[in-house]
């Protein structure tokens, strides 16, 4: 499995951002999906996870309410739509993919990743 996001850039603090993540390979053994960030100087930590369904997703508490996770399994697609971004939502973002369901998955390990794209909000 081949995972490449796309939606990157710089915006201004308040601006909304949508980040895609397309799936290659053996997409039909992807179950949870999921975005993580990682900024400067610090741990990568989990955004946002959803199952293979839609129908469940997980949040941290950091972006709840700010941000949506979705996906689009046709496609091979996931999405997050971030929106009233602050600064401290700056950080490279990546897509992250399981074979397992989601609450089969302890904490923030996942299977499969991206290379990851860059988030940048400016104050």
């Known amino acids: 499995v081949r995972l490449e996001e796309s939606g990157g850039g710089l915006v201004q603090a308040g601006g909304s951002l949508r980040l895609s993540c397309a799936s290659y390979?053996?997409?039909?053994?992807?179950?949870?999906m999921g975005w993580f960030r990682q900024a400067p100087g610090k741990e990568r930590e989990v955004v946002a996870r959803i199952s293979r369904s839609g129908i469940n997703t997980q949040y941290s508490d950091s972006v709840k309410g700010r941000f949506t996770v979705s996906r689009d399994n046709a496609r091979d697609t996931l999405y997050l739509q971030m929106s009233n971004l602050k600064p401290e939502d700056t950080a490279v973002y990546y897509c992250?993919?399981?074979?397992?369901?989601?609450?089969?998955?302890?904490?923030?390990?996942?299977?499969?990743w991206g290379e990851g794209t860059l988030v940048t909000v400016s104050s």
């Open positions: 390979g053996r997409t039909f053994s992807i179950n949870t």
């Open positions: 992250a993919a399981d074979s397992r369901a989601l609450h089969e998955i302890p904490g923030g390990y996942m299977e499969y």
